[in-house]
């Protein structure tokens, strides 16, 4: 059975860090995108960051961009987001997500409905 499972997330101040792990189990993806998404309350679900297959290529939202950093380790199944510069506008339950299909020429998507993975969410909180 596929898992991802998320960690790291928790309550910070405005101007603070965390970093997110994404760990997958019962399939490797090397090969594949990867991407973190979040959601607040009363809103859609939107994308943050992607990463390529072998991390050459990211793509980020304009709203984290230059504060948020997507990397991932491919000899440990994970993939990491780390946060500097939080703003209380970053409060949302924070997915991973993985594509089901081989991405060799580094294709990253925003849409969540090209993502076929997805794990259960991690709160982040930022207070300011």
């Known amino acids: 059975q596929v898992q991802l499972v998320e960690s790291g997330g928790g309550l910070v101040q405005a101007g603070g860090s965390l970093r997110l792990s994404c760990a997958a189990s019962?399939?490797?993806?090397?090969?594949?995108?990867m991407g973190w998404f979040r959601q607040a309350p009363g809103k859609e679900r939107e994308f943050v960051a992607g990463i390529s297959w072998n991390g050459g290529s990211t793509l980020y939202a304009d709203s984290v961009k230059g504060r948020f950093t997507i990397s991932r380790d491919n000899a440990k199944n994970t993939v990491y987001l780390q946060m500097n510069s939080l703003k209380p506008e970053d409060t949302a339950v924070y997915y991973c997500a993985a594509r089901a299909s081989i991405d060799a020429r580094g294709y990253i998507t925003r849409s969540v409905y090209e993502y076929n993975y997805w794990g259960q969410g991690t709160q982040v909180t930022v207070s300011s």
């Open positions: 019962g399939r490797t993806f090397n090969s594949n995108t």
